[in-house]
């Protein structure tokens, strides 16, 4: 396994649920028009996933998994993975396209 966290995207309903959960900013919404909401949620930064498991809890729809705590290494939070999910959340939970 390599990711700790990943979007089953055909089954995300870009509800946002487990954007706003994320105290990492590994997560965030990505516009699709393809999608059947217009949008989906997306890994935008695994290495920065610490493994809480929020937004797997979060997801109505069962679209994020996180590996098991006993098979991966998950990163530590920082301050910069909480300036990220801040800057995420502000951003109405979709990507930002610049680096932070």
């Known amino acids: 396994m390599e990711k700790g966290v990943w979007v089953i995207e055909s ?7 487990c954007v706003e ?7 965030a919404m990505r516009s699709d ?9 997306v890994v935008i930064n695994a290495d920065s996933c610490i ?3 929020e937004c797997e809890l ?3 729809d069962f679209a994020i998994c996180v ?11 920082t301050d910069a993975s ?19």
């Open 11 to 17: 089954r995300c309903k870009a509800c946002t649920l």
């Open 33 to 41: 028009p393809k999608s059947t909401l217009g949008a989906f949620a």
């Open 21 to 27: 959960v994320c105290p990492s900013g590994s997560l």
């Open 51 to 53: 493994g809480c498991g």
């Open 67 to 77: 590996a098991d705590r006993k098979e991966f290494k998950f990163a530590k939070l």
């Open 82 to 100: 909480k300036a990220a999910a801040a800057a995420i959340k502000q951003n109405g939970c979709y990507e930002i396209k610049e680096k932070l």
């Open 58 to 60: 979060s997801c109505p």
